[in-house]
């Protein structure tokens, strides 16, 4: 079988080789190919050669990767150049690539197989040609698209900051004016309370200058009336001092009068003595009588005229006394009215002081209302800077908002652009999908991927030595894989050889383009093969709890959730619907039930059957199986943890968590596109196989032994279908097995399948992994049928298939 197959290159591989195709023997199907090479090779000048130039051969191999565009599309492509591309200066017209696709084969004998096989191969290269066309322009699109992105995110950004710069201004310029309004409001209020204020100073002042110069009128009247006063007083007090000088002088004259009066008085008294003297002499003059008597008469006459003289002194006396009395009184008076005018004097002395003080207070108001204008003047002006300011944000929030409006006008050109762009892509991509589709549907064969994981830690170090060593033939690069076994070397070529340092990224972009093709209404199944503990449950779920080692499955549902978020905008709504089913011991289990435990029971002893029908459209179901619906990765990530906590799991010799069932995960895509009325429906099938292992390697007893007896039933039972698609048989024995029963849809019908075949580098499984290499080649060489998309077809049954 090996031998075979080193001797043969396998007929999907789409290089040229010069050295092999002309000594091979190739197999039917792989002829069509190789024939297409070696014409390319022979530089058979065709007629389409002619139309697009010769092509340029610089790249010997081109991996399936590349015909189904994956690498290409990568997000850090750079553009294609025309220049350096394996086209060279191909363009090719919408009417090209039409005419191309529905170019129907012309022979001019219907049998002749040679030519027949020449024209198919010439056409191959034409639509290789047309498709490197493709992959070119889609890359120049997706580096446009990219760029336009980046320069739209940019300008977005950007237009994004200067709005928020702008905002932030604006909101900045906004309080400042808040500010300034509030302290303009503050002020115009505190200059109106200032100004009433002012204004009531004014006015008092007035009134205070008016009372002061009514105030000093009335000072100035009473200072002359003062002066009056003064000088009546000092007239009066010369009056007085006349007056008391006349009191003097009439107290001395009536101090003489009253000494004059006493003189009189003892004038009287002597005159009283002398007339008693008088009378005595009178006696003695009675003698004298006569005598004396004329003596007497003339006494008593001067007596009398004496008395006369002493009333009218007395007379003048009170008179004068009355007159001194009216004199006290008026200079009492005087004195009085002095006494008024001096306090009259005092109090306006107090007044004037008073005046004199509220004429200093008035000095220091007018002070006040200079501080308070001055005061009112700053604030004038801060209110002239504060909308100077004002003015200035305003025309510079103009500007911006004009700089904005251009922002805007260049995002429209841009979006505008992109639109175009877009357009560009979509119709590239219905074009690529086609042409794509239509390889495929030339290939129609089973695809198959070898992986090989690293060594463990934990691996025997007891065999030493290299097991698998890969080629670097150009033409083989990642491709092909030899293996050393027992001193004899052994090699295969797959559609893709993954070397252990490969990670699950790159493992992934390789099948990118398939699971895609359930989202076009394909169906695709997926699976992993290999020996116990080889790495497929590694390759389909990851790394539980490390992000960057998720598997295929988590990574293709995360696509298809993005992708069906992309297609939104073209019109497609898709509903998912997935199960998730373990084959083991030849019986199903539903790993989503709700209650597993009892279904366990019910699906041994009454309950549930899981039985698996076909329908005639080719559609797969399970009976009871639980189907739940999503709507996003997430949900599935959660369904998926559940299902492999309920999964059964065991340690084996070779692996510390052997899967020791065939794990089913299949979701059911359908799509409907709203503008174009367009449905389509994919199913993508992901299984993880129950490991291959000899027993006697495994080391298994008692159930253990039953479970690995089972597992190796139902995978020779894959491999007795793969073996009779292989040689085309009549009977195809899919019933042998529930695993390849319910894979019937996939293995014998219309849908795109990979495989995977995982190995482990360890010396001491050299032997399992030369069986497993050996039954991945007879895969890879099996022909399965051509894969057909499910468009346009309503099914009121709802429930999901399995392709
Ligand atoms: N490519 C890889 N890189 C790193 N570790 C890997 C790789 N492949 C497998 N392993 C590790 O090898 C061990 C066995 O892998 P895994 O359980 O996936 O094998 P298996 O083929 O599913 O085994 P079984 O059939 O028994 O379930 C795991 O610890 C896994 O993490």
Redesign the pocket.
């Known amino acids: 079988m090996s031998s075979k197959n080193q001797n043969k290159p396998p007929f999907h591989h789409n290089t040229t080789s010069s050295s092999t195709t002309s000594t091979t023997t190739p197999s039917p199907s792989k002829n069509k190919c190789i024939a297409a090479e070696v014409s390319e090779e022979k530089g058979q000048k065709l007629g389409f050669e002619k139309m697009i130039g010769t092509p340029n051969n610089g790249r010997l191999r081109l991996a399936f990767s590349l015909v189904n565009g994956s690498q290409d599309l990568g997000p850090d492509s750079t553009p294609v150049s025309h220049a350096g591309s394996e086209c060279g200066a191909i363009e090719f017209t919408r009417e090209d690539v039409e005419a191309l696709v529905s170019e129907k084969m012309k022979s001019k004998n219907k049998f002749n197989y040679k030519e027949r096989c020449e024209n198919m191969m010439e056409y191959i290269k034409r639509l290789r040609l047309c498709i490197r066309w493709f992959q070119e322009l889609e890359g120049e699109y997706a580096f446009e698209q990219e760029k336009l992105r980046s320069a739209l995110e940019l300008t977005e950004r950007r237009c994004y900051e200067m709005e928020m710069a702008l905002k932030n201004k604006d909101e900045e310029m906004n309080l400042i004016i808040l500010e300034l309004r509030n302290s303009l409001a503050s002020l115009q209020e505190q200059l109106v309370k200032e100004e009433s204020e002012k204004k009531a100073a004014m006015d008092s002042l007035a009134k205070e200058k008016e009372a002061r110069v009514s105030l000093e009128r009335s000072k100035a009247s009473l200072s002359e009336e003062l002066d009056k006063v003064q000088a009546e007083l000092d007239s009066a007090n010369q009056r007085i001092e006349s007056i008391n000088d006349m009191h003097k002088l009439l107290q001395e004259y009536n101090s003489s009068l009253q000494i004059y009066n006493s003189k009189l008085q003892t004038d009287v008294t002597a005159a009283h003595e002398t007339i008693k003297r008088g009378e005595k002499e009178r006696l003695a003059a009675v003698e004298n009588l006569h005598n004396l008597r004329g003596e007497h008469k003339s006494l008593q006459d001067q007596l009398t005229s004496s008395i006369a003289s002493q009333d009218g002194v007395m007379k003048q006396k009170e008179a004068l006394l009355n007159e001194v009395a009216c004199l006290r009184m008026e200079l009492h008076q005087i004195k009085d009215d002095r006494d008024q005018y001096q306090q009259q004097a005092q109090s306006l002395a107090v007044e004037a002081s008073k005046y004199k003080e509220l004429a200093t207070n008035s000095s220091g108001l007018e002070e006040k209302c200079l501080s308070q204008g001055n005061q009112i003047q700053i604030l004038h002006d801060q209110l002239a800077v504060a909308e100077r300011k004002l003015q200035m944000s305003d025309t510079f929030a103009l500007e911006k908002g004009k700089e904005f409006e251009g922002q805007k006008e260049i995002i429209k050109e841009l979006h505008k652009c992109l639109e175009d762009a877009e357009f560009k892509l979509i119709e590239g991509e219905k074009l690529r999908k086609k042409l794509h589709n239509t390889i495929l549907e030339l290939k129609g064969n089973i695809r198959v991927f070898c992986?090989v994981?690293?060594q463990?830690a934990d691996d025997s170090s007891s065999n030493h030595g290299k097991v698998f060593s890969y080629p670097t033939v150009m033409e083989y690069l990642d491709r092909s894989i030899d293996m050393t076994h027992n001193g004899q070397k052994h090699s295969f070529i797959f559609d893709k050889v993954f070397m252990?340092d490969?990670s699950?990224e790159e493992v992934f972009v390789e099948i990118s383009q398939l699971v895609q093709s359930a989202l076009d209404g394909y169906k695709v199944c997926i699976f992993?093969y290999?020996?116990?503990?080889?790495?497929?449950?590694?390759?389909m779920m990851g790394?539980p709890g490390q992000p960057d080692?998720k598997g295929l499955i988590p990574r293709s549902l995360e696509q298809i959730f993005q992708t069906t978020q992309a297609l939104q905008h073209q019109g497609w709504r898709y509903e998912m619907q997935v199960s998730m089913l373990e084959i083991y011991n030849e019986t199903i289990r539903d790993l989503l039930s709700t209650n597993r435990d009892s279904s366990r029971f019910e699906n041994g002893v009454t309950g549930k059957q899981y039985m698996i029908k076909h329908d005639a459209n080719g559609n797969t179901q399970v009976s009871d199986l639980t189907i739940v619906d999503v709507q996003s990765s997430r949900e599935v990530s959660f369904l998926l943890d559940r299902a492999a906590q309920s999964r059964s799991?065991g340690r084996?010799q070779?692996?510390?968590?052997?899967?020791r069932s065939h794990f089913v995960f299949t979701m059911r895509i359908t799509g409907v596109n709203e503008s174009t009325e367009q449905q389509v429906q994919g199913v993508l099938n992901l299984i993880?196989?129950?490991?291959s292992e000899r027993l006697s390697k495994s080391g298994s007893t008692g159930d253990r032994l039953k479970e690995t007896q089972a597992i190796n039933k139902s995978l020779s039972s894959l491999a007795d279908v793969i073996f009779a698609l292989a040689k085309k048989e009549d009977h195809v024995p899919f019933r042998n097995s529930k695993l390849t029963y319910l894979l019937q849809p996939c293995l014998g019908g219309d849908s795109k399948t990979l495989m995977f075949v995982?190995l482990s580098p360890e010396p001491s499984s050299a032997s399992e992994s030369l069986c497993s290499l050996r039954f991945a080649a007879r895969v890879n060489a099996c022909e399965i049928g051509t894969p057909r998309r499910q468009l346009n077809i309503r099914t009121s049954n709802s429930r999901l298939s399995y392709g």
């Open positions: 992986r994981r690293p463990l252990p490969v699950q992993a290999g020996q116990t503990g080889s790495g497929k449950t590694y390759t790394k080692e799991v084996t070779m692996n510390e968590q052997s899967s993880d196989l129950a490991g995982n």
